[in-house]
């Protein structure tokens, strides 16, 4: 993933390879309390769907798809074909990171 997103082309026979691209962790520090506690959820068991996230955090789940459509846009997490939310490899430095400072990850 992270060659990938490094890779451009540059014209029908030519290809460029830069800096991969990495999430700044400037996109989880501005998220509500909620959010955080639910990507630490997600993070903490891998996956979850979002049943089972309501379960986990006992949030709403129209707040849960709320922070789970702005995670998604923001590239920090993604759905698997069974439904399963995730959090994306590029960013998963920043998140860890982000919530252990914040008390809501232990390592």
Known sequence: MY????VSQTDDSGIH?????FINSAAVSNMSKDALLVLAA??????????ELMDVTRINKLVIRKIIK????????????????RISSRAQN????????????YE
Do not use: M, Q
């Open 3 to 6: 060659w990938l997103s490094a």
């Open 17 to 21: 390879v830069g800096v991969p691209k």
């Open 42 to 51: 997600i993070a903490k068991h891998d996956s979850l769907t979002i049943d």
């Open 70 to 85: 702005e995670s998604s846009e923001k590239e920090l997490v993604w759905t698997d074909k069974e439904d399963r939310i």
């Open 94 to 105: 920043a998140i860890d990171y982000y919530l252990v400072g914040k008390n809501f990850l």
